[in-house]
């Protein structure tokens, strides 16, 4: 099967397109006939070599994927060759077929679009499992979501909207805040003009708000404190800004404030299971009637994988990048 590869660790020059053995499917795995295939940060993370795919998976890239099922294993009684599926993937989704856990599997309807498909499932996971799952965020609450013209952004925004919460964002740029509002946050803070503390304060008659999605980390924790309420909950998705922080302890105890965070790859098949089953009782209903959907704004074909991570890598992206691996 046709493949992107990683010879090794570096630049976007450095995927290839690659001739490989396809996967067959374990006792309890589906194998998927990619139509179309999600690029996310950790696949970039895992080319420039610092996201070692977890043991056991595959050394491709490609965390989600949508298309038809094309084999079975012995195990598995609730999936039929030929089912159109998407997929959270523990790897190896930048290919013709790949390999996925029966759980971690979401059913689509005849004629859902492939494209919009293969672009939920690991933004959907991540969001839904820290936000919802994690932080236990509840109707009525208030949501600061940094970077919300990502792929994760866009996802929080319109989860918060369907939950019954109010949703800040951050963002670079005017064009960036005039997309998130039109997905449904309440405000967007430009933050290389603004203070996002002092604008959250202001926001909020100086409340803050109860949860923050944080994919920057690094100075931003201390900052994130302050923004938060009583009782705030910070979720930390990603080391953007740096893994080290230093923030006032006392601060944290007086408001009774909680810092959690997690990664979705790493996570057992069991795990993702759970999350799975949570997201397809509360919420798959809202992406099949199309309430709840995932902007992309760029599809490259399979070999042109270089192109999408430096696509996503240039920052300017609003929403998702996917690859198109066959029609």
Known sequence: MRAITIPEAGGPEVLTLSEVIAPQP???DILVRVAYAGINRPDLLQRQGSYAPPAGASLLPGLEVAGTIE???????QWQVGQAVCALANGGGYAEFVTIPQGQVLPLPEGFPLDQ????PETLFTVWSNL???AGMKPGESLLVHGGSSGIGSMAIQLAGLQGQTCYVTVKSQDKADYCQALGAEAAIIYPEQDFVEAVKALTDGRGVDVILDMVAGDYIARDLKCLAVDGRLVI???????QANFHAAHLMVKRQ???GSTLRPQSDAQK???TDDIKARVWPSILDGRLHQPIQACFDLEQASEAHRLLESGSVMG?????VAD
């Open 273 to 275: 299971q759970a999350i």
């Open 117 to 120: 498909a293969a672009a939920l």
């Open 26 to 28: 374990g006792h309890t």
């Open 237 to 243: 998705i990603a080391t953007q800004g740096g893994m």
């Open 258 to 260: 909680t810092i959690t």
């Open 71 to 77: 084999a079975v294993g012995a195990g598995v009684r």
């Open 320 to 324: 998702k990048i996917v690859l198109k």
């Open 132 to 134: 919802y799952m994690r």
